[in-house]
T-cell receptor
Framework: DAGVTQSPTHLIKTRGQQVTLRCSPK?????VSWYQQALGQGPQFIFQ???????QRGNFPDRFSGHQFPNYSSELNVNALLLGDSALYLC??????????????FGPGTRLTVT | GENVEQHPSTLSVQEGDSAVIKCTYS??????FPWYKQELGKGPQLIID?????GEKKDQRIAVTLNKTAKHFSLHITETQPEDSAVYFC???????????FGSGTKLNVKP
């Protein structure tokens, strides 16, 4: 049973550029959440996708956007990159909102470095 | 929004000793509290969780306790082993939102 997978593993970008990160959820899961984890800190919620729609959003600017595909995989896009966007980006998958299952399972993350 | 505080930030114990990590939360509506273990270069791994209708849950050497009145919950690891060394995160969420608020993490070092 494949767990949550993310690509790429590492990425180096220049300020002002745009980046796309990808996530495939755990088999059987239909909800994808994205988190940003700065060095030495806990993950911070960016947004969540269910049924191809953004359902919840954390305190992140509009430069952060996403998409969910019919096969439940998801993309995180960040425009106009800033140095402060350097972080580990984590994808977590879970069963649908409102189900009795609460667990979220995380992927290995994508390490983004902005220079 | 929810605010989760975690203590201590670092914890060093001798192999075989017990380790306790504590978290407090601010939103009394939170009702799901998972604990994650994160090893260097990896994503967080769910190790145990507890729902608000339960006061304690145990899984082999790991246990979690929840005090809803005081709004705090704790992770207990007994008979620690070197492979328990990692960063541990607590989190809180409203189950129907699946939006997790994480603590700042505890770096546990188990000395052989």
């Amino acid at each position: 049973d494949a767990g949550v997978t993310q690509s790429p593993t590492h990425l180096i970008k220049t300020r002002g550029q745009q980046v796309t990160l990808r996530c495939s959820p755990k088999s059987g899961h239909d909800t994808v959440s994205w988190y940003q984890q700065a060095l030495g800190q806990g993950p911070q919620f960016i947004f969540q996708y269910y049924e191809e729609e953004e359902r919840q959003r954390g305190n992140f600017p509009d430069r952060f956007s996403g998409h969910q595909f019919p096969n439940y995989s998801s993309e995180l896009n960040v425009n106009a990159l800033l140095l402060g966007d350097s972080a580990l980006y984590l994808c977590a998958s879970s069963l649908g909102i409102g189900t009795a299952t609460y667990e979220q399972y995380f992927g290995p993350g994508t390490r983004l470095t902005v220079t | 929004g929810e605010n989760v505080e975690q203590h201590p930030s670092t914890l060093s114990v001798q192999e075989g000793d017990s380790a306790v990590i504590k978290c407090t939360y601010s939103d009394s509506a939170s009702n799901y509290f998972p604990w994650y273990k994160q090893e260097l270069g990896k994503g967080p791994q769910l190790i145990i969780d507890i729902r608000s209708n339960v006061g304690e849950k145990k899984d082999q050497r790991i246990a979690v306790t929840l005090n809803k009145t005081a709004k705090h919950f704790s992770l207990h690891i007994t008979e620690t082993q070197p492979e328990d060394s990692a960063v541990y995160f607590c989190a809180a969420s409203l189950y129907n939102f699946n939006k997790f608020y994480f603590g700042s993490g505890t770096k546990l070092n188990v000395k052989p």
